[in-house]
């Protein structure tokens, strides 16, 4: 089950995030200081934290300035107020054990202030309305009442109307419990009706009708048990190079932890070797044991912390030097010595020396794993990381190293994650940003699916991210394909992928992709890279700035007529100033109603000499963004959607794509 929307109210510093979408793999929340991106995260959590987890507190977590008014005095029904909702995609698996009237749904969870979980399902499923059963359940109730008339007489008779107590309106939706009351009222009164009677028509009629919000009910239930846990992650969850584990279990059986330094990281620690602190506190005493029972119980300690050593030392070894021969690398130890439990690592040398000598980004490396691997217990496919800063104190390069092991994390774990660092944004990652910001108080914090915000520093990770992407390519890579803009990259890469998932080339990986922000600049940043003898292709659409563009003297001297690209070149419909977009014309009809919730077939039918992007624009209004478009197109493109794309768009991609190859080979 993946997590594919969500929204958080009434938490701290969230008025009203708004909906916000969650990406398969990996979400990515930037925005400045005070935005409230950790308030985001650990709402998150409390979706279906791990055993242990602080519940929601009214008084500590719901927005002060609306405290008195809405908590206090009532302005709020604290047990329907949701501050906390995910909608959720089951796989294919999942709904497997579904009815096959359940298999299309969406589920949806959520939690209110007083921690109650609110349940239900969206899509298209079996409903039950009252309006459905009105008539015949009147008629029956007529048909009892009738029959008990004649009845009168009997003693201890009761009226059975006057059994059913239901007030519904005729387009009410029947719960289980009305259900339950309906169904109770017909078989209590079953005796009233003849076999093969109209009335046993009827009552045959609604007590099947009655199943659907039974089996809706146990749909949900059977989607419950597959939600995710949430696990979350911040920089403070450290483990102690050498813990007490006497004053350690005191503390918690006190419940006197300190959950924001070293204890939650040293439980989670405890909890990875399958120890309680007073369980291995005990097993350092013998307690009156027999000297063979006592060896026995330091063994198994001792089997247990090794093991759990290896499998730190391998997942670190992989991350902190991937390069480093097997021997070489550094080794960590977790070492019981009495009533002190140590973390040490050990280097090449066979040198000990404990964790807090070590930096504070491999200390941060091996305090993460050890609460990944504790709180995910053995549920590592069925969770969620939310990662807090994740990796701050790794050097930059360390950091674009990590970015490859949350691409591997995310793979089996759909990862959330905050960060201030371009290190940790892709320049192809710009479609899994979610920009967070707080523009004032008054308003709280907002998250945007879009990359767009009011406050230039909530997007300042992302124009860091790709200055430092283009400083790093724009003069090594031999061959470089200038493309106008950032969704010609992401159209360029959504392409490439559909074409290699059908078995077809792709764009060849050595070729680099330099989005110039305009049609105007392109003659700048291909004049700049061909002076530097490198390879270039320039790519421009055949709307009236880049058929401009591309005639301009300057750009034809520098590369030659053959390495000037336009769109129309490899289009075969009749829009006469195409777009990139115009090469994948019905696919993004196809992504505008599955993404976007807009229907524009008739429209791209009738007015085939449009560019789609203006019969789009026209459908949504002011609030078009091509970003979101091309975005929405990389999510079609990475599903089995593609399957449908009609055979002259793939030709058209195929034939661009091939060009491209040829021209920087």
Same mark, same amino acid.
């Given at each position: #089950?993946?997590?594919?929307?969500?929204?958080?109210?009434?938490?701290?510093?969230?008025?009203?995030?708004?909906?916000?979408?969650?990406?398969?793999?990996?979400?990515?929340?930037?925005?400045?200081?005070?935005?409230?991106?950790?308030?985001?995260?650990?709402?998150?959590?409390?979706?279906?934290?791990?055993?242990?987890?602080?519940?929601?507190?009214?008084?500590?977590?719901?927005?002060?300035?609306?405290?008195?008014?809405?908590?206090?005095?009532?302005?709020?029904?604290?047990?329907?107020?949701?501050?906390?909702?995910?909608?959720?995609?089951?796989?294919?698996?999942?709904?497997?054990?579904?009815?096959?009237?359940?298999?299309?749904?969406?589920?949806?969870?959520?939690?209110?202030?007083?921690?109650?979980?609110?349940?239900?399902?969206?899509?298209?499923?079996?409903?039950?309305?009252?309006?459905?059963?009105?008539?015949?359940?009147?008629?029956?109730?007529?048909?009892?009442?009738?029959?008990?008339?004649?009845?009168?007489?009997?003693?201890?008779?009761?009226?059975?109307?006057?059994?059913?107590?239901?007030?519904?309106?005729?387009?009410?939706?029947?719960?289980?419990?009305?259900?339950?009351?309906?169904?109770?009222?017909?078989?209590?009164?079953?005796?009233?009706?003849?076999?093969?009677?109209?009335?046993?028509?009827?009552?045959?009629?609604?007590?099947?009708?009655?199943?659907?919000?039974?089996?809706?009910?146990?749909?949900?239930?059977?989607?419950?048990?597959?939600?995710?846990?949430?696990?979350?992650?911040?920089?403070?969850?450290?483990?102690?190079?050498?813990?007490?584990?006497?004053?350690?279990?005191?503390?918690?059986?006190?419940?006197?932890?300190?959950?924001?330094?070293?204890?939650?990281?040293?439980?989670?620690?405890?909890?990875?070797?399958?120890?309680?602190?007073?369980?291995?506190?005990?097993?350092?005493?013998?307690?009156?044991?027999?000297?063979?029972?006592?060896?026995?119980?330091?063994?198994?300690?001792?089997?247990?912390?090794?093991?759990?050593?290896?499998?730190?030392?391998?997942?670190?070894?992989?991350?902190?030097?991937?390069?480093?021969?097997?021997?070489?690398?550094?080794?960590?130890? !977790?070492?019981?010595?009495?009533?002190?439990?140590?973390?040490?690592?050990?280097?090449?040398?066979?040198?000990?020396?404990?964790?807090?000598?070590?930096?504070?980004?491999?200390?941060?490396?091996?305090?993460?794993?050890?609460?990944?691997?504790?709180?995910?217990?053995?549920?590592?496919?069925?969770?969620?990381?939310?990662?807090?800063?994740?990796?701050?104190?790794?050097?930059?390069?360390?950091?674009?190293?990590?970015?490859?092991?949350?691409?591997?994390?995310?793979?089996?774990?759909?990862?959330?994650?905050?960060?201030?660092?371009?290190?940790?944004?892709?320049?192809?990652?710009?479609?899994?940003?979610?920009?967070?910001?707080?523009?004032?108080?008054?308003?709280?914090?907002?998250?945007?699916?879009?990359?767009?915000?009011?406050?230039?520093?909530?997007?300042?990770?992302?124009?860091?991210?790709?200055?430092?992407?283009?400083?790093?390519?724009?003069?090594?890579?031999?061959?470089?394909?200038?493309?106008?803009?950032?969704?010609?990259?992401?159209?360029?890469?959504?392409?490439?992928?559909?074409? !290699?998932?059908?078995?077809?080339?792709?764009?060849?990986?050595? !070729?680099?992709?330099?989005?110039?922000?305009?049609?105007?600049?392109?003659?700048?940043?291909?004049?700049?890279?061909?002076?530097?003898?490198?390879?270039?292709?320039?790519?421009?659409?055949?709307?009236?700035?880049?058929?401009?563009?591309?005639?301009?003297?300057?750009?034809?001297?520098?590369?030659?007529?053959?390495?000037?690209?336009?769109?129309?070149?490899?289009?075969?419909?009749?829009?006469?100033?195409?777009?990139?977009?115009?090469?994948?014309?019905?696919?993004?009809?196809?992504?505008?109603?599955?993404?976007?919730?807009?229907?524009?077939?008739?429209?791209?039918?009738?007015?085939?000499?449009?560019? !789609?992007?203006?019969?789009?624009?026209?459908?949504?209004?002011?609030?078009?963004?091509?970003?979101?478009?091309?975005?929405?197109?990389?999510?079609?493109?990475?599903?089995?959607?593609?399957?449908? #794309?009609?055979?002259?768009?793939?030709?058209?991609?195929?034939?661009?794509?091939?060009?491209?190859?040829?021209?920087?080979?």
């Amino acid at each position: #089950m993946r997590l594919i929307k969500a929204r958080v109210r009434g938490y701290r510093s969230v008025i009203d995030s708004g909906d916000f979408d969650i990406e398969n793999l990996k979400t990515i929340l930037v925005g400045p200081n005070e935005a409230g991106k950790t308030a985001i995260l650990q709402a998150l959590q409390k979706l279906n934290p791990p055993e242990g987890t602080i519940k929601y507190d009214a008084l500590r977590d719901y927005p002060r300035s609306r405290y008195t008014n809405d908590i206090e005095k009532k302005g709020i029904d604290t047990s329907k107020f949701v501050f906390v909702e995910g909608v959720f995609e089951l796989s294919d698996y999942e709904k497997s054990f579904l009815p096959e009237a359940y298999r299309n749904i969406k589920y949806k969870f959520g939690r209110t202030i007083d921690n109650h979980e609110i349940s239900t399902i969206e899509g298209d499923y079996p409903v039950l309305r009252y309006s459905q059963i009105e008539k015949d359940l009147t008629r029956l109730i007529n048909f009892f009442d009738e029959s008990a008339e004649k009845k009168a007489g009997s003693a201890n008779f009761v009226k059975p109307s006057s059994k059913l107590t239901l007030t519904m309106n005729h387009a009410d939706e029947v719960s289980v419990a009305q259900a339950s009351e309906i169904e109770k009222f017909l078989k209590n009164n079953l005796n009233f009706i003849n076999e093969e009677s109209d009335e046993e028509k009827r009552y045959d009629k609604i007590i099947a009708a009655l199943n659907i919000p039974v089996q809706k009910e146990s749909a949900i239930k059977q989607c419950r048990s597959y939600l995710p846990s949430f696990v979350l992650f911040s920089n403070y969850f450290r483990i102690k190079p050498s813990i007490n584990l006497q004053k350690l279990a005191e503390r918690t059986e006190r419940k006197l932890l300190d959950d924001k330094e070293y204890d939650y990281g040293n439980n989670c620690l405890l909890k990875l070797l399958g120890f309680t602190a007073r369980e291995l506190s005990n097993l350092a005493v013998q307690n009156g044991k027999t000297e063979q029972d006592y060896k026995n119980q330091l063994d198994k300690r001792q089997y247990k912390l090794n093991s759990a050593s290896i499998q730190l030392t391998n997942i670190i070894k992989e991350i902190w030097n991937p390069n480093v021969k097997k021997e070489e690398a550094n080794k960590i130890r !977790i070492i019981a010595d009495g009533q002190y439990l140590k973390v040490v690592v050990e280097d090449d040398l066979g040198v000990e020396v404990e964790l807090d000598q070590r930096s504070e980004g491999f200390q941060w490396m091996v305090s993460f794993f050890v609460v990944f691997f504790a709180e995910a217990d053995e549920k590592h496919k069925n969770t969620i990381l939310l990662l807090d800063e994740p990796g701050l104190s790794l050097h930059g390069l360390k950091q674009a190293e990590f970015r490859k092991t949350l691409d591997k994390l995310s793979e089996s774990n759909q990862t959330i994650f905050t960060t201030h660092s371009p290190f940790l944004v892709g320049a192809n990652e710009l479609d899994k940003v979610r920009v967070v910001e707080m523009i004032s108080r008054s308003d709280g914090t907002k998250v945007h699916t879009t990359v767009t915000a009011g406050d230039k520093a909530a997007l300042l990770p992302l124009q860091e991210a790709l200055g430092y992407d283009l400083a790093q390519n724009l003069f090594i890579n031999e061959r470089n394909l200038v493309l106008e803009g950032l969704t010609d990259y992401w159209y360029l890469e959504g392409i490439s992928s559909i074409l !290699i998932s059908l078995g077809k080339k792709g764009l060849n990986d050595i !070729i680099s992709k330099v989005p110039a922000d305009s049609a105007s600049k392109v003659v700048y940043y291909a004049t700049i890279l061909h002076a530097q003898n490198l390879k270039v292709v320039a790519l421009f659409d055949a709307d009236n700035s880049g058929e401009q563009a591309a005639k301009q003297e300057t750009l034809i001297n520098v590369l030659g007529r053959k390495n000037i690209l336009l769109t129309k070149e490899f289009y075969s419909g009749s829009v006469a100033h195409c777009e990139i977009e115009d090469l994948l014309r019905n696919s993004l009809v196809d992504v505008c109603k599955k993404y976007l919730g807009i229907e524009i077939s008739q429209k791209a039918n009738q007015q085939t000499s449009r560019p !789609i992007v203006d019969i789009i624009q026209e459908a949504i209004g002011t609030s078009f963004s091509k970003y979101k478009l091309a975005r929405a197109f990389l999510k079609w493109a990475s599903s089995d959607e593609i399957k449908n #794309m009609p055979q002259n768009e793939i030709e058209q991609c195929e034939k661009l794509i091939s060009k491209i190859n040829a021209l920087l080979s």
